[in-house]
């Protein structure tokens, strides 16, 4: 047995061998994708398994999270902090061995997959950092940025809409240092592939513009692997998909080349069988030859000797350029520059302008000062006011301009920019209509998951957007928003409170914030005389925006365009001489990170009526107004006409909040 293949075996039963002490996994894409990874980590792969996050490493992505062994496996023989226990206790509680990877937990994870399709897309993220970084640092002789980005994607990957999406950006940027290698074994779950892919898939990869290349020994012939590889790092106009012709389960006698070996334990007998039809001891457990242990920390030598050359040349561009390299330590730290804030816009009291308007202001003015904000939208800057004026648009092949075109793709979008945050020293925002985040929620989901500060912008906000009609009017997703732990929603009243939003979403490091914005105009409120509070409140969730002038007997909590009518119904409450409070609550989360005591401020116990008022549905609204209290909301879908009858067709009115309060009251 030769010495890669005794490697190539060692990944392949280490894998097989977790599987079955954790009786549950899938076996069949370790097997079979063991050659292709191997040549790619011990060849290719540029990176450190004694520093994981160096940041000029390649970023390399199982997409196919469901063969998450062959990752742990690989991690384990290169050197990573992932000693040989965790993976006996592969899928089993507390370990580092998840059934499929997942970021900030096992290092050298660079990525959460899983659901398919979106590692792909975060390897198109990855590539686009990598560019825009390049671009932003790099000088003539000084290439302190400047590495690939692989991915191993599955058939599974490839029929997922979110890959076609992810993969057409990524071909129309050109982005040529991104590779996929494809473990193209002809099976899911349910059978043979073409059951359902019947498609002439490289034709389809060739048609978005990248390079196409093909192994069709991807079992045995390790030098056609090399080859492929090395031909696609030297295609830098392209994109390049490796179709790599695999057999799923090799090496089993009874499952290879079947479905039974993609999602479930090969079965005692059968990994021994398999063990014997590798050359390998089928009594061995877990078992690592010393001439491979030897040979796979080859790979990580390699990435160790690329890091201090590196670092060699980092340090001659910390002399030579000081400002640049202060910059990028700053950037990869998520950090923010000095008086960044200050960079923000103020607004006139009685400006009349929607918070998309005002958030476009406030994001430009952040970008002005802080180079490394890239960000794009759906096909629809000048709706949800996020171009990123004069700073050009984002170029695939030298990382120029900073407005990226998604085009009509929000699921793509999304994990795109989660691949972009995954990659760090870029931060960035992605924008389009509140309805449309529906297709972009399994993305919002993983940034949550996994800690990415991502800004989420959603405009066009509720019934308020008029005459578009129920399939654009977003009444049920905020709520659906608040629903994803971890994810900050922030929806505010005016522009000042849009500004306080930004800043909350730039300052949080470690999670993705949800701005809900307005296509109506509103009013910029008056704080100057003490009667408004200052809009610095919202970045505490919610804040008594307008104290009654003597001991209130109710609330009135409201977000978004509904602060109007809040404000304006206390008017009229004062004038039947019953004083309420206005509480302006653009976020349940970050008031549910606010001690109790300022909570109980904001929101009296003693105080039972209270109102919510928000154009959307009320569920959840309870936990704020208690059970005595009431909500105003849109517990059905909106109507094509005019933002104004529409309010009032809703109860969304000064009138009917007023006639809520009395109500309640009177019952007091």
Same mark, same amino acid.
């Given at each position: 047995?030769?010495?890669?293949?005794?490697?190539?075996?060692?990944?392949?039963?280490?894998?097989?061998?977790?599987?079955? !002490?954790?009786?549950?996994?899938?076996?069949?894409?370790?097997?079979?994708?063991?050659?292709? &990874?191997?040549?790619?980590?011990?060849?290719?792969?540029?990176?450190?398994?004694?520093?994981?996050?160096?940041?000029?490493?390649?970023?390399?992505?199982?997409?196919?999270?469901?063969?998450? *062994?062959?990752?742990?496996?690989?991690?384990?023989?290169?050197?990573?902090?992932?000693?040989?226990?965790?993976?006996?206790?592969?899928?089993?509680?507390?370990?580092?061995?998840?059934?499929?990877?997942?970021?900030?937990?096992?290092?050298?994870?660079?990525?959460?997959?899983?659901?398919?399709?979106?590692?792909?897309?975060?390897?198109?993220?990855?590539?686009?950092?990598?560019?825009?970084?390049?671009?932003?640092?790099?000088?003539?002789?000084?290439?302190?940025?400047?590495?690939?980005?692989?991915?191993?994607?599955?058939?599974?990957?490839?029929?997922?809409?979110? +890959?076609?999406?992810?993969?057409?950006?990524?071909?129309?940027?050109?982005?040529?240092?991104?590779?996929?290698?494809?473990?193209?074994?002809?099976?899911?779950?349910?059978?043979?592939?073409?059951?359902?892919?019947?498609?002439?898939?490289?034709?389809?990869?060739?048609?978005?513009?990248?390079?196409?290349?093909?192994?069709?020994?991807?079992?045995?012939? %390790?030098?056609?692997?090399?080859?492929?590889?090395?031909?696609?790092?030297?295609?830098?106009?392209?994109?390049?998909?490796?179709?790599?012709?695999?057999?799923?389960?090799?090496? +089993?006698?009874?499952?290879?080349?079947?479905?039974?070996?993609?999602?479930?334990?090969?079965?005692?007998?059968?990994?021994?069988?398999?063990?014997?039809?590798?050359?390998?001891?089928?009594?061995?457990?877990?078992?690592?030859?010393?001439?491979? !242990?030897?040979?796979?920390?080859?790979?990580?030598?390699?990435?160790?000797?690329?890091?201090?050359?590196?670092?060699?040349?980092?340090?001659?561009?910390? !002399?030579?350029?000081?400002?640049?390299?202060?910059?990028?330590? /700053?950037?990869?730290?998520?950090?923010?520059?000095?008086?960044?804030?200050?960079?923000?816009?103020?607004? !006139?009291?009685?400006?009349?302008?929607?918070?998309?308007?005002?958030?476009?202001?406030?994001?430009?003015?952040?970008?002005?000062?802080?180079?490394?904000?890239?960000?794009?939208?759906?096909?629809?800057?000048?709706?949800?006011?996020?171009? /990123?004026?004069?700073?050009? +648009?984002?170029?695939?092949?030298?990382?120029?301009?900073?407005?990226?075109?998604?085009?009509?793709?929000?699921? #793509?979008?999304?994990?795109?920019?989660?691949?972009?945050?995954?990659?760090?020293?870029?931060?960035?925002?992605?924008?389009?209509?509140? #309805?449309?985040?529906?297709?972009?929620?399994?993305?919002?989901?993983?940034?949550?998951?996994?800690?990415?500060?991502?800004?989420?912008?959603?405009?066009?906000?509720?019934?308020?957007?008029?005459?578009?009609?129920?399939?654009?009017?977003?009444?049920?997703?905020?709520?659906? /928003?608040?629903?994803?732990?971890? %994810?900050?929603? %922030?929806?505010?009243?005016?522009?000042?409170?849009?500004?306080?939003?930004?800043?909350?979403?730039?300052?949080?490091?470690?999670?993705?914030?949800?701005?809900?914005?307005?296509?109506?105009?509103?009013?910029?409120?008056?704080?100057?005389?003490?009667?408004?509070?200052?809009?610095?409140?919202?970045?505490?969730?919610?804040?008594?925006? +307008?104290? &009654?002038?003597?001991?209130?007997?109710?609330?009135?909590?409201?977000?978004?365009?509904?602060?109007?009518?809040?404000?304006?119904?206390?008017?009229?409450?004062a004038e039947k001489s019953i004083p309420v409070n206005?509480?302006?609550?653009?976020?349940?989360?970050?008031?549910?990170?606010?001690?109790?005591?300022?909570?109980?401020?904001?929101?009296?116990?003693?105080?039972? &009526?209270?109102?919510?008022?928000e154009a959307g549905i009320t569920l959840g609204w *309870?936990?704020?107004?208690?059970?005595?209290?009431?909500?105003?909301?849109?517990?059905?879908?909106?109507a094509s006409a005019p933002a104004p009858v529409l309010?009032?067709?809703?109860?969304?009115?000064?009138?009917?909040?007023?006639?809520?309060?009395?109500?309640?009251?009177?019952?007091?």
């Amino acid at each position: 047995m030769s010495l890669e293949l005794l490697c190539i075996n060692t990944i392949r039963t280490l894998s097989i061998d977790s599987i079955q !002490k954790a009786n549950s996994g899938h076996p069949g894409l370790p097997l079979g994708a063991a050659p292709m &990874a191997y040549v790619l980590w011990q060849n290719h792969l540029k990176h450190n398994p004694a520093d994981p996050q160096w940041a000029d490493r390649d970023r390399f992505v199982l997409s196919a999270g469901h063969g998450s *062994m062959l990752l742990y496996s690989l991690l384990h023989l290169t050197g990573y902090a992932l000693p040989l226990e965790e993976l006996k206790n592969f899928r089993q509680w507390g370990s580092k061995t998840p059934g499929h990877p997942e970021f900030h937990l096992t290092p050298g994870v660079e990525a959460t997959t899983g659901p398919l399709g979106q590692g792909s897309a975060n390897a198109v993220g990855m590539a686009v950092a990598e560019r825009a970084l390049a671009n932003l640092f790099n000088r003539p002789g000084y290439e302190i940025v400047n590495h690939f980005t692989y991915a191993l994607v599955s058939d599974g990957d490839l029929m997922e809409g979110i +890959s076609a999406e992810a993969a057409s950006i990524a071909g129309h940027l050109k982005l040529g240092k991104l590779i996929y290698l494809y473990d193209s074994n002809d099976v899911t779950l349910d059978g043979p592939a073409d059951l359902t892919f019947t498609e002439n898939t490289a034709k389809r990869y060739e048609s978005y513009g990248w390079q196409v290349l093909t192994v069709e020994k991807g079992d045995t012939d %390790l030098d056609a692997l090399d080859r492929a590889i090395h031909e696609a790092r030297q295609d830098t106009q392209r994109p390049s998909l490796i179709i790599v012709k695999t057999t799923i389960g090799f090496g +089993s006698p009874n499952k290879q080349g079947k479905s039974s070996s993609h999602g479930s334990p090969l079965g005692a007998d059968e990994v021994k069988l398999t063990k014997k039809a590798l050359g390998w001891d089928p009594e061995a457990q877990f078992l690592i030859p010393d001439e491979a !242990k030897k040979s796979f920390k080859t790979g990580g030598e390699r990435g160790a000797k690329a890091q201090t050359e590196w670092k060699k040349l980092f340090d001659a561009y910390t !002399k030579e350029f000081p400002e640049l390299a202060q910059q990028w330590m /700053l950037c990869q730290s998520t950090g923010l520059p000095e008086g960044w804030e200050s960079a923000v816009p103020g607004f !006139k009291a009685g400006e009349s302008l929607a918070t998309r308007e005002a958030s476009g202001k406030v994001l430009n003015g952040l970008a002005s000062r802080i180079p490394w904000i890239v960000g794009g939208d759906a096909d629809l800057s000048c709706s949800t006011n996020t171009f /990123l004026k004069d700073l050009g +648009s984002f170029e695939g092949q030298s990382g120029k301009g900073r407005n990226i075109h998604y085009g009509v793709r929000e699921h #793509a979008m999304g994990a795109v920019a989660n691949g972009i945050a995954y990659h760090g020293g870029v931060r960035t925002f992605t924008a389009t209509f509140l #309805a449309f985040a529906d297709y972009m929620r399994p993305a919002i989901r993983l940034a949550a998951m996994n800690h990415l500060p991502v800004t989420f912008v959603f405009t066009h906000d509720s019934i308020g957007l008029g005459e578009d009609g129920p399939t654009h009017q977003p009444v049920e997703h905020v709520t659906a /928003l608040r629903s994803i732990p971890g %994810l900050w929603v %922030l929806r505010p009243g005016d522009a000042a409170e849009t500004a306080e939003a930004w800043k909350t979403a730039l300052s949080r490091k470690d999670g993705p914030v949800a701005l809900i914005l307005s296509r109506q105009k509103l009013a910029t409120l008056d704080r100057s005389t003490g009667v408004i509070a200052p809009s610095v409140g919202a970045q505490k969730g919610a804040y008594v925006i +307008s104290q &009654a002038p003597t001991a209130p007997k109710g609330v009135l909590i409201a977000t978004g365009s509904e602060l109007q009518i809040a404000l304006d119904a206390q008017k009229k409450l004062a004038e039947k001489s019953i004083p309420v409070n206005v509480v302006s609550m653009p976020s349940w989360e970050l008031f549910e990170k606010q001690d109790a005591a300022y909570r109980e401020h904001v929101l009296p116990k003693k105080l039972t &009526a209270k109102v919510s008022i928000e154009a959307g549905i009320t569920l959840g609204w *309870m936990k704020y107004t208690g059970e005595k209290g009431a909500q105003i909301g849109v517990n059905t879908y909106g109507a094509s006409a005019p933002a104004p009858v529409l309010y009032e067709k809703y109860g969304l009115t000064v009138e009917n909040a007023c006639k809520t309060m009395l109500g309640l009251l009177t019952t007091v």
